[in-house]
């Protein structure tokens, strides 16, 4: 099972590179009218020079989640290492006779494994929606930069659907054809709305009932943010980042209530099928081994009892009478 979800994971990493980073899938080239205004806004500089560059955006995408949920998946760990509360304890999963995997590991590389793989996901939806709209973002005419005189439009304002019109930079006016929906707003959205769930659903210490929520609304505030900012800066639509955050939060929620269920991370005992159990000193190869403490510790009280009923027995004086 590990190395199907393996397969799929690496599948979708694929597919996202080709999306991104390939020409294997062709933009659509959508037509325009003759100085319409709605693609007529002014042009800010490449990605690179946004006032939220992509540099930025992914490296808090991807590292602050990682860092939020790794310390505090290892702070519920300890906590509950220390505890007396033994039935409450992650069970120990052991994989056949060599693999020993710590409940601080197994939930953390869960939780960020779920959450990479909706990132990509997030990121192919996007890059779907761009490649078959083919929407012009509101600069696409500055950068593209079109011969009027030529097509025909300086008395009517004639609807332009042909290839080859613009005379601009091909980069920019290849991004300016991919702005519905918009993928900043999609990624940081998703990222946010995650996050914020996990620390909800997660934290349950005392006195965080009131910092639980300014963190989670922090995260989701500078999600909203990237979306305006986007607007502000002619580089996508409103109906764009609308778009992209519906996406993100649609493909986040589905991940924590579907997938992780509510970051529900323990495996107990009733909750694996009977032909999967195994209880015992040597697993079966293939199997996975659950060792619960208080079962072994009833386990052992027993063997222990039966050991000394059978000494007794042993060294019990001889009766003659019998």
């Known amino acids: 099972m590990l190395y199907f979800q393996l397969v799929i994971m690496a599948g979708t990493v694929m597919l996202a590179y080709y999306f991104e980073y390939t020409d294997t899938f062709n933009v ?4 325009f009218f003759c100085y319409d205004n709605a693609y007529t806004k002014p042009y800010h500089g490449p990605e690179a020079s946004s006032a939220v560059p992509p540099v930025i955006l992914y490296a808090v995408v991807c590292g602050l989640p990682l860092l939020l949920i790794t310390a505090i998946e290892s702070v519920l760990f300890l906590l509950q290492y220390v505890s007396e509360d033994l039935d409450n304890r992650e069970k120990i999963i052991v994989m056949g006779d060599c693999c020993y995997l710590n409940p601080l590991v197994r939930r953390t590389f869960r939780f960020l494994g779920v959450y990479a793989f909706g990132l990509f996901s997030t990121d192919i939806f996007v890059n779907a929606g761009q490649v078959v709209t083919g ?9 593209c930069k079109p011969n009027y005189t030529a097509l025909g439009c300086i008395q009517t304002a004639r609807f332009i659907n042909e290839k080859g019109v613009c005379t601009g930079n091909e980069d920019d006016i290849m991004r300016a054809r991919k702005s519905f929906p918009s993928k900043e707003a999609a990624l940081s959205v998703y990222a946010a709305l995650y996050t914020a769930m996990y620390i909800t659903l997660t934290v349950k210490a005392k006195g965080t009932k009131l910092a639980k929520p300014v963190l989670s609304l922090g995260l989701i505030c500078l999600a909203f943010l990237t979306g305006i900012n986007r607007v502000v800066e ?3 639509h409103w109906c764009d980042v609308i778009a992209g955050f519906i996406i993100g939060g649609a493909i986040a929620v589905f991940m ?3 997938v992780v269920q509510n970051f529900k991370g323990k495996t107990l005992l009733n909750e694996i099928p009977p032909e999967e159990r195994v209880v015992g000193s040597v697993p079966m190869m293939g199997q996975p081994r659950i060792m619960d403490n208080t079962m ?3 386990i052992a009280s027993q063997f222990i009892e039966i050991a000394s009923r059978a000494v ?6 001889w009766d003659p009478k019998a």
């Not at 929407?135 to 950068?143: A, D, G, K, M, Q």
């Not at 007794?312 to 004086?317: F, I």
């Open 234 to 236: 002619y580089r996508n």
């Open 256 to 258: 924590v209530l579907g």
């Open 135 to 143: 929407n012009l973002s509101p600069h696409f005419l500055t950068v």
């Open 312 to 317: 007794r027995d042993t060294v019990a004086p």
């Open 296 to 298: 072994e510790k009833y």
């Open 28 to 31: 659509h080239v959508q037509g």
